[in-house]
């Protein structure tokens, strides 16, 4: 079965798209990617996305979903032509849609007990319509619903796809929120341990934006933080975090590490006449260190680590990853054959062929969840949709 994956995370700078073929069930599950891009978000929409997320009126997020269900059509269909294919060859989208905000730990309601919430936007009816191919969002919901937290949710993938018959691996995924997968030997899910972790691309990209006026997106390969020397009363102070030392099932956000704590950040530097280096400095090391508190949560040993996400090309996390882990070898996505940045997309090409193929998706131990769960709600693209999923 041919599927298109679609990702946007939480640094909201674009939409990757993975074209995945699968087959199998259960640990026989086999995928290969056949090819992948990333449309990335004018400025001027980046900016509305991360805006909303923290202060969007109702209007606004009305509006981006229709509109980012717009972008989420197009970099399905410009996949689906880069791979030399048309949408009739395709049995399925898989969109994990923009998260917008998400509260894991819930708010109590009067008579109805603390409610859990999640809000992922792409509008999936505007792009089945617009690619005329059944589609499978709004992911989260269904886990939370039945007691999780909603995240992670690509610890199954991890498992399935990135198991050694030999080697216990720990999974880091440095997006805009890091977040890890223990995979142990085989790929068991009884085995698995899974959590956010905390700080990523979030944090730094949003200290290059303020120290540049808006001018600059992001660290570019680290460089300005390889400049720089991690202050160790800072450090000190971002250890202290209180999502670092909560036990899992944990997940995360901007809400935990948006632009309240920038702000703060950016008040202690001044306060102490840091340069942007330095802090960069010490936030990439406070990114590794934080991946690094994992091993508290984890009884089984970590052969390898292996690295996936945007911050794969960041060498100043990259090397202070090295450090943290010291004779634990630490490699890529990319070593074993994927595409660091894709891989997240490939992920929930693979979560909409167990949806649409009858097989739980989610890992309660690792979400929090009561028991495994279909997820996703599909959306058909037309009468008879069902047909590309008849054994």
């Known amino acids: 079965m041919k599927i298109v994956g679609l990702m946007s995370g939480t640094s909201g700078d674009g939409v990757d798209a993975a074209l995945v073929e699968v087959s199998g069930r259960g640990l026989t599950l086999r995928a290969r990617a056949l090819a992948a891009q990333t449309l990335s978000y004018p400025r001027s929409l980046q900016q509305r996305i991360l805006a909303a997320s923290v202060s969007?009126?109702?209007?606004?997020?009305?509006?981006?979903n229709a509109l980012l269900g717009e972008w989420f059509a197009d970099a399905a269909l410009n996949v689906i032509r880069q791979a030399k294919?048309?949408?009739?060859d395709i049995a399925v989208i898989g969109s994990h849609g923009q998260t917008v905000h998400h509260l894991p730990q819930g708010i109590h309601a009067a008579g109805a007990g603390s409610i859990r919430?999640?809000?992922?936007?792409a509008e999936p009816a505007v792009i089945a319509e617009r690619t005329g191919i059944t589609t499978v969002a709004n992911f989260r919901p269904r886990d939370m619903a039945a007691g999780g937290q909603g995240a992670p949710l690509t610890p199954a993938v991890h498992a399935l796809l990135l198991r050694h018959p030999r080697r216990s691996r720990l999974i880091v995924n440095l997006g805009g929120i890091s977040n890890v997968t223990y995979v142990p030997r085989g790929g068991e899910w009884s085995g698995v341990v899974a959590f956010d972790?905390?700080?990523?691309?979030?944090?730094l990209d949003a200290l290059v934006n303020r120290a540049t006026n808006g001018r600059v997106a992001m660290d570019r390969d680290g460089k300005l933080a390889l400049k720089g020397k991690a202050d160790p009363r800072l450090l000190g102070k971002l250890l202290a975090h209180p999502f670092l030392s909560r036990r899992p099932?944990?997940?995360t956000g901007r809400e935990a590490f948006g632009p309240s704590l920038?702000?703060?950040?950016?008040s202690i530097q001044k306060q102490q006449g840091l340069s942007t280096e330095d802090l960069l400095a010490t936030c990439s090391a406070w990114t590794a260190k934080a991946v690094g508190t994992a091993r508290r949560w984890i009884k089984g040993t970590i052969d390898e680590v292996v690295v996936g996400g945007g911050g794969v090309r960041n060498r100043a996390v990259m090397d202070q990853l090295t450090a943290v882990f010291g004779v634990v070898p630490v490699t890529t996505f990319d070593s074993l054959g994927w595409d660091s940045k894709a891989f997240e997309a490939v992920a929930f090409?693979?979560?909409a062929y167990r949806t649409v193929t009858s097989q739980p998706g989610n890992i309660p131990s690792v979400t929090g969840a009561k028991h495994p769960v279909l997820l996703g709600a599909i959306v058909p693209a037309a009468p008879g949709w069902m047909k590309h999923f008849r054994s």
């Open 85 to 88: 294919l048309s949408p009739a």
């Open 349 to 351: 090409a693979v979560l």
């Open 56 to 64: 969007g009126t109702v209007a606004e997020i009305c509006h981006l």
């Open 249 to 251: 099932p944990k997940s």
């Open 117 to 121: 919430s999640t809000l992922q936007i």
């Open 197 to 203: 972790t905390g700080p990523a691309n979030m944090v």
């Open 262 to 266: 920038i702000d703060e950040l950016v």
